[in-house]
């Protein structure tokens, strides 16, 4: 397992859920507890420039690889992608944290991870003290409000989803790739954003054709089981507290009113835009630290 040097301080080892499933998890500090999900086509890496300082702040840091993602498992699929559905990833999360010794915790989740934790939030909102979704609207909001700017701005979201083995394929010919021109296309092109050693650690980890296919999986969950588990929840509002950072100059942030949207899915929002694109916690680090820690504080006073 590569990357240790990044985290300097962070615990690094294999934790294995009662599923049977093993995931990565990297943790540091002392205090109440924040898990940090990461997204696609990454890992928990790229919390490596804000996870360190939530531990000076005072707050346990728990950095897991999704399941089908860097250095954790990647289980086989079935015909209803329901081992990638965002009900199995959120199952992984709670389960890893009651492994831990935390009944409640604070969660932050980027692009997919964010999508993770809406589905933790759900199926888990007694445990969860507090939510913050960067750079995300709901999927099935995504979905249904498609058109030509979307799809042109989200393809991957049409082409990950086709059957197998056609995306894996194609991915797979040149993964480094197709890997970087994601991270270029979403941080509108802004190379300081990413640590060398950090994209290093991406493509060490999606070159792998297990990783292609289960994040393919993931996205094909996201077209079809986690709808349905979305339409289950139609009109049921999100209790705690729910922050909502997203980069203006992205695709979420060019296409949707943001803090609306997410007025629809929770009772309280606070939102906010971040001078940058996709790719918040490398592209505005200091920002996204400090509006997580400003939220996290806020609501660990509260209780």
Known sequence: MGGRYMLDGFDDHKVTLPSGISLRVRQAGVGPA???????????????????????????????????????????????????????????????????????????????????????????????????????????????????????????????????????????????????????????????????????????????PACIHATCEDYRAAATIDLEHDRVDAGTKLSMPVQVLWGENGVVGTLYDVPKVWGQYAKTVEAKALACGHFLPEEAPKETLAHLLNFFCGTHKQK
């Not at 999704?66 to 959120?90: C, E, V, W």
């Not at 021109?181 to 999606?206: G, H, N, Q, T």
Request: hydrophobic residues 40%; charged residues 20%; aromatic residues 14%.
């Open 34 to 208: 924040i898990v940090l999900i990461h997204g696609y086509p990454q890992t928990h890496l790229c919390w490596h420039k804000v996870a360190p300082s939530l531990v000076a702040a005072g707050f346990k840091v728990i950095l897991p690889d999704l399941r089908g993602y860097g250095d954790s498992d990647k289980p086989p699929s079935d015909a209803n992608h329901s081992p990638y559905s965002k009900r199995a990833m959120a199952t992984d999360i709670a389960e890893l944290m009651t492994i831990l010794g935390h009944d409640q915790f604070c969660v932050a989740g980027h692009d997919r991870g964010a999508r993770v934790a809406h589905r933790l939030a759900r199926d888990y909102g007694d445990r969860i003290k507090a939510v913050s979704f960067l750079d995300i609207a709901p999927t099935e909001y995504m979905y249904a409000q498609t058109d030509q700017r979307f799809a042109t701005a989200y393809y991957h979201w049409f082409f990950l989803i086709q059957s197998a083995p056609f995306p894996e394929t194609l991915i797979g010919h040149d993964p480094d790739y197709y890997l970087n021109s994601k991270l270029k296309a979403w941080s509108k092109d802004i190379p300081a954003a990413f640590d060398p050693a950090a994209v290093k650690e991406y493509m060490r980890c999606f070159r792998d």
